[in-house]
Structure formats: structure tokens, C-alpha cells
């Protein structure tokens, strides 16, 4: 039984008849070191799915609503890859601010971020095609499509500035509310990202839903009238952009 760090363990007068006794320890030592050594390991797989979000909060915060997370969704399986599926849904539910009628800007950048960390993590890890031919910029549009793994973000908050600052060691602060998206791909088994504007990303979100091309510059072009006849000429410089960024396979 797996509980939580801060409550103690009492005597089970059974526990003899499963964990034995050493010269040094007796059962239910054993069994505490073991228990501290797991809460030690998903506490550390936690910061390590999550690092941005561990340095966003603060080591401290961080492992306080990791530790209560744990308490809530305890590790079922052996593979700690899903440990954190629920932690941004857990930190929405959880929000301190929760009944508060104005809520706090930061908790929605905090949830935003947790989000964005576990889903990289799910498409680093996914499995899907690897061997297919990148397009280049002769391939004909008929002829391409969108990489197997790539995802398209949509956020309130300057998530991905703040991500790859914390990556790049920049020691980013925490941002101010601005709309911003992006796009995360995976090739050769290494991760891009990749900012977009709006307009690029309601594009790219045609592809995603299994459009063809042409069919998302039919839709791209009907949802944006005004401005049909500009995509024609922004177009090429879109593909070009996307070609050297490997988003696209033949």
C-alpha cells in the first residue's frame, strides 16, 4: 500500500508473515525504506515529466501538489510513462482559486504549461512510421502531407517562449496573459517546435482533421474571403517555411 509521505505507518501484527525480519531491521523497517524509495522514485519521474512546471512553481510548490496528485492517482503500472495523464486535469480541479470569483492569471499559465509538458512527452514517446520520404519544395501539393506526429497548440499564455527559455537555461519569468500557438513535431526521433500565427495555425488545423491540401486552401480561403486572394501569395512562402522545418512528408 503505497500512502502518503506525511502519514505514518502503523504495526500490522501480519506483516511478519510476509516481510522477514533481518539481523538489523525488523519488517516493518524493511518495508518503510522500500516505501520511501517509491515515493522517491514517482516523486522524481514527476519533476523530470514536468521540469518546466517543477521550475515554475518552485521545487517546494512543485512536489506539494505532486505529493497530493500522487495521493490521488496512484502509479498502476510498472511503466511510469503515464504517470502524469491526469496532473493538469488534477490542478484544474484543485486550483485554490476554485470558488474564487476572479481567478488568478497564474493558475491558468500553471495548468496551460502542465499540459503542454505531458503531451510533448506523449508524442516523443508515441510510436507511428518512421522510414517515409520528406517533401521538399518541388514536391507537388497533391503530393504532401503533414508528418505522423506532430500536435498544434493553441494557448492563452506564451507557453512555448516560456518552455524553450526554460530549456535554453534563460531563467524565463513568468509570462502575462497573450494569445500565442504553435507547432510540436516529431522526426528521426527528435522533437521541433516550431511558433505559428493564427491564420497559420487554423490552416494547419485543416490538415490535422485529414483534409488534403487543396481542400484546406478551399476552406482556409472560404472561412477568410477578404482575404482569398492574399493566400495565393502567401502561400508559397508558407510551404517553404514548413518544407525546411520537416513538416511535411511525400
Known amino acids: 500500500m503505497l500512502l502518503h509521505p506525511t502519514q505514518k505507518m502503523g504495526l500490522d501484527p501480519q506483516l511478519d508473515a510476509i516481510v522477514n525480519h533481518s539481523e538489523k531491521l525488523p519488517a516493518h523497517e524493511h518495508l518503510a525504506i522500500y516505501q520511501r524509495s517509491y515515493i522517491a522514485r514517482l516523486r522524481h519521474c514527476m519533476a523530470q515529466q514536468f521540469s518546466a512546471l517543477e521550475y515554475a512553481l518552485g521545487e517546494e510548490l512543485f512536489r506539494g501538489f505532486a505529493d497530493d496528485y500522487l ?3 496512484p502509479s498502476t503500472s510498472y511503466n511510469l510513462a503515464g504517470l502524469g495523464a491526469h496532473f493538469a486535469d488534477h490542478l484544474q480541479t484543485t486550483r485554490p482559486d ?5 481567478k488568478e492569471d497564474w493558475i491558468d499559465f500553471i495548468i496551460e504549461l502542465a499540459k503542454f509538458e505531458y503531451d510533448i512527452n ?18 507537388p501539393d497533391d503530393k504532401m502531407a503533414l508528418l505522423p506526429l506532430c500536435t498544434l497548440f493553441k494557448f492563452r499564455f506564451p507557453v512555448k517562449a516560456f518552455y524553450t527559455g526554460f530549456k535554453n ?3 524565463p519569468a513568468l509570462p502575462f ?3 500565442t500557438w504553435c507547432v510540436v513535431l516529431r522526426y528521426n ?3 521541433f517546435i516550431y511558433d505559428l500565427t493564427a491564420k497559420q495555425y487554423e490552416f494547419l488545423t485543416h490538415l490535422k482533421s485529414g483534409m488534403s491540401i487543396s481542400s484546406a486552401q478551399a476552406a482556409f480561403k472560404q472561412q477568410n474571403k477578404p482575404d482569398a486572394d492574399t493566400f495565393d501569395q502567401i502561400w508559397p512562402v508558407w510551404k517553404q517555411h514548413w518544407v525546411d522545418a520537416k513538416l511535411f512528408r511525400v
Open 71 to 73: 495521493v490521488q492517482y
Open 98 to 102: 476554485a470558488d474564487d470569483d476572479i
Open 122 to 139: 506523449v508524442l516523443f514517446e508515441q510510436k507511428a512510421e518512421e522510414g517515409y520520404q520528406l517533401a521538399d519544395i518541388n514536391t
Open 169 to 171: 537555461a534563460e531563467n
Open 177 to 179: 496573459e497573450n494569445e
Open 189 to 191: 526521433y527528435k522533437l
